[in-house]
């Protein structure tokens, strides 16, 4: 598993929530075009990241990221992703970006050192490496190791979040920000419900590896801001608390229930709080025993089982996994062959048992070969040619078909094959 990077990554999250490179905690209740990130401070802007958000019958969303990595431009929205302006078909990798889509996350890895990860919905993630330090600059902050300063801390004076985040408003100023002021009500009892679920039996491994008095707070601002006579509102915040405690090195455990921020699953799927980002399928039944990155929530296969990407069946136990052979797919048990070999379906694999076959050698106009594998080939020669050799002992091997080759006598371009000489044990045999 790849060391925890708590310190390298910024996120915003549900209501309005971010988290610096620096692990500052605000919130910022508008719905302008930001610069989230950007590489303002070094001789060349690798990157640029903005963001907005949306928010549609009281529910807070990421309507649209804008980000231009070393010169390629992304756009997600819509749950649509475009690169250059041109609709992207997953997985995609080109020009130092790569781009892939799980159950639950869209990944995008740049070889200039950044990953982000976007849920679609109200989750979005950077992660920077280390040599960006002291370079950025946006809402995430300047990446210098030190909370507050110089992100709400400058030349003395203390910044609210609206001042901070008006610095980094990408829009015109004829935009007027619509401010959604928080109406506290019996923040006493709503802080004890926020409390007792990040402090349950779920996040033990968690409380020493994230702030869990920022998240609290934020769940409250949360519970207050709810229009709802439920507790879906927490849903998002207690979600990015399990997301950081994982990414931080932690084992978060199943908090959500059908009545508390549920999940339903396709197929015979399951949810999880942390499972492996690496599936394993029928054609890689052991790939998350290779995986590296840090464990995510979403929907998994059941253990014991994988999920069939032959057929897109949802999950299988292994003998039950289906196999490909030129595009076609094939069920357990069913066989395909050629003259040599027969190949049968088992366990997602090809298990295939040699045959005995002719192999067939052929020379043809003098120039054009066929080898006993079926590879051809054409050749021009005037000389004579070993053509095939024999296996004699396990020390010896000798040739067994001669072939001569000479320019044809009405052109000076090809070739004719005018004997071939058969070299037997007893006897030499030529034909001319």
């Not at 920000?177 to 009500?185: A, E, G, I």
């Not at 949360?222 to 399990?242: A, G, H």
Request: hydrophobic share 30%.
């Amino acid at each position: 598993m790849r060391p925890s990077h708590d310190n390298q990554f910024c996120s915003t999250w549900g209501n309005y929530h971010f988290k610096t490179f620096d692990g500052d905690y605000f919130q910022l209740p508008f719905t302008c075009n930001y610069v989230f990130a950007s590489q303002c401070k070094g001789s060349y802007e690798n990157f640029n990241i903005q963001l907005r958000r949306q928010e549609i019958n009281g529910v807070v969303t990421i309507k649209k990221v804008t980000m231009r990595l070393e010169g390629v431009i992304v756009e997600l929205a819509d749950n649509a992703i475009k690169v250059n302006e041109k609709l992207a078909t997953l997985p995609f990798s080109q020009a130092g970006i790569s781009i892939k889509k799980t159950q639950s996350y869209v990944k995008i890895e740049a070889k200039l050192g950044l990953v982000i990860m976007w849920n679609q919905q109200d989750s979005f993630w950077v992660e920077l490496d280390a040599k960006f330090k002291n370079e950025t600059c946006g809402l995430c902050g300047d990446f210098n190791g030190v909370p507050i300063y110089d992100e709400f801390i400058q030349a003395g004076y203390f910044l609210i979040p609206e001042e901070y985040g008006t610095a980094w408003k990408v829009d015109g100023t004829t935009e007027k920000l619509q401010f959604k002021y928080v109406m506290y009500s019996d923040p006493q009892n709503r802080a004890v419900l926020c409390e007792r679920l990040l402090s349950g039996p779920a996040f033990l491994s968690c409380q020493n590896l994230i702030d869990t008095d920022s998240f609290i707070r934020a769940c409250v601002q949360d519970q207050c801001n709810c229009n709802s006579s439920s507790n879906s509102c927490l849903c998002s915040t207690i979600s990015e608390y399990s997301r950081q405690c994982a990414h931080a090195g932690g084992t978060p455990g199943q908090w959500k229930t059908p009545e508390l921020c549920g999940k339903t699953c396709p197929s015979n799927m399951e949810y999880k709080e942390c499972g492996s980002p690496c599936t394993d399928t029928c054609s890689n039944p052991q790939r998350s025993q290779m995986c590296e990155d840090h464990c995510v929530d979403g929907c998994f296969c059941p253990s014991g089982t994988v999920f069939d990407d032959i057929t897109q069946s949802g999950c299988v136990a292994v003998d039950q996994c289906s196999c490909l052979h030129n595009r076609k797919p094939y069920k357990p048990g069913e066989s395909h062959s050629n003259a040599c070999q027969k190949c049968t379906c088992t366990n997602g694999q090809w298990s295939c048992m040699e045959m005995d076959c002719p192999g067939i050698c052929s020379i043809r106009g003098g120039s054009h070969f066929s080898t006993y594998d079926g590879k051809t080939f054409t050749f021009h020669g005037d000389c004579n040619f070993v053509l095939s050799k024999v296996k004699v002992n396990y020390m010896e091997i000798r040739p067994f078909v001669l072939g001569d080759l000479v320019k044809c006598e009405k052109s000076d371009t090809s070739s004719c094959l005018t004997a071939v000489t058969l070299l037997l044990p007893q006897q030499k045999v030529t034909l001319q």
